[in-house]
């Protein structure tokens, strides 16, 4: 018989990690310095662990005993790769998250998605806005403190392949994946305040670019009323015989940062912003019950906005329609007074 420390061990792996056990024997032999028989023998039960194989596989897969045997019950422990080093750049950032989206997309999951912001997946449908939100990023979060703010120039990506052949790859992950989401009409007033702000500190090198992210946004407002309208994500994956469907709820009262929970036959598990866009992580069984339980009631105080009514979805891009038209009015106004110096 299999100690039960050991038995809960591989059981909380596999539930949470692997949809398929071939995978998770490769990995555990890896891990633990060990051959594949061996590893099947540890999983089976036929031998125990040490304590040395114990800690090496908590480490890898960011486990505490405390989980695991229930000892803790109000103590929860998260993932958070920003802490493994400095993201230097886009790419830096952009490998994880494309790593990890191939491995979600593999157990066909339901994604449910909550946020103050359009879900950060769409912008990637859009390199030009895409390169802008990373920007803001590389200036407020990765930006060594030593050198100043550095002026947005999308001449710096728009020929970037494997910069923009990432963003493909993510964006097409998510797009055949099934996902429910819940906005409000203010998702896109963040991004708004911040291209106006940039072309106001002078950080853009063509104060024209500010214009064209306003375009740039609209275009996105009117493919995400499509998908609405055919409730999948078709009109981002032209072509693709399965598009991911699309519910999306309209919350007015819920007050909620940007919180991802992936759910699947084999794995579950909590995504939450700790300083946007990095992302604290959790597989632990009882916040994923605590979040399903968080999201229904959420849920249940929302207006339907995909396959609703046409009143509350022409109200609810109307809205946000006219938030992006009164934004570009301002810049454009903004612009005229204030020109260039030769």
């Known amino acids: ?12 792996i596999e539930r949470t990690r692997y949809a398929e056990k071939k995978n998770m ?30 800690a090496l596989l908590g480490k890898h897969y960011q ?39 191939k491995r979600v997309e593999r157990i066909q999951p339901v994604i449910y998605y909550t946020s103050r912001e359009i879900p950060i997946f769409y912008y990637y449908t859009s390199p030009r806005l895409s390169a802008f939100k990373f920007h803001v990023f590389y200036n407020i ?4 403190d030593r050198f100043k703010m550095s002026a947005y120039d999308y001449k710096e990506y728009e020929t970037d392949a494997l910069y923009l052949e ?7 992950a998510y797009m055949r994946m099934d996902s429910v989401e819940v906005w409000n009409v203010t998702v896109f007033d963040n991004t708004l305040n911040q291209i106006r702000y940039f072309l106001e500190s002078g950080l853009m090198k063509d104060p024209n670019e500010a214009i064209t992210l306003h375009d740039e946004v609209r275009q996105l407002i009117l493919k995400l009323q499509d998908a ?47 300083d ?25 105080n929302s207006i339907k906005i995909s396959g609703g009514n046409i009143r509350d979805k022409s109200l609810f891009f109307n809205k946000i329609l006219e938030k992006v038209e009164r934004s570009r009015k301002q810049t454009e106004n903004w612009i005229e007074t204030n020109p260039l110096e030769d």
């Open 276 to 300: 946007n866009p990095n992302f604290l992580n959790s597989s632990n069984p009882r916040l994923c019950d605590y979040t399903e339980k968080w999201l229904n009631r959420i849920i249940d």
């Open 63 to 101: 486990f505490s005993i405390d989980d695991l045997l229930g000892i803790q019950l109000d103590r929860i422990y998260f993932d958070f790769p920003a802490l493994n080093g400095v993201v230097r750049n886009v790419i830096d950032y952009l490998t994880p998250i494309e790593q990890d989206i």
């Open 166 to 172: 990432k963003l493909k790859v993510i964006s097409s």
């Open 228 to 274: 609405c309208l055919s409730q999948n994500k078709e009109p981002f994956i032209r072509g693709s015989k399965y598009p991911g469907g699309l519910q999306l709820y309209n919350n007015e009262i819920a007050f909620t940062g940007n919180l991802i929970y992936v759910h699947s036959d084999s794995i579950r598990a909590v995504y939450t912003t700790f």
């Open 1 to 12: 018989m299999p100690d039960k420390l050991t038995a809960e061990i591989f059981s909380y």
């Open 141 to 144: 979060n990765w930006r060594d």
């Open 25 to 54: 024997v490769d990995d555990i032999a890896s891990i633990l310095f060990i051959q594949k028989s061996s590893a099947y023998k540890k999983i089976r039960g036929e031998s125990s662990l040490s304590p040395d194989e114990i």
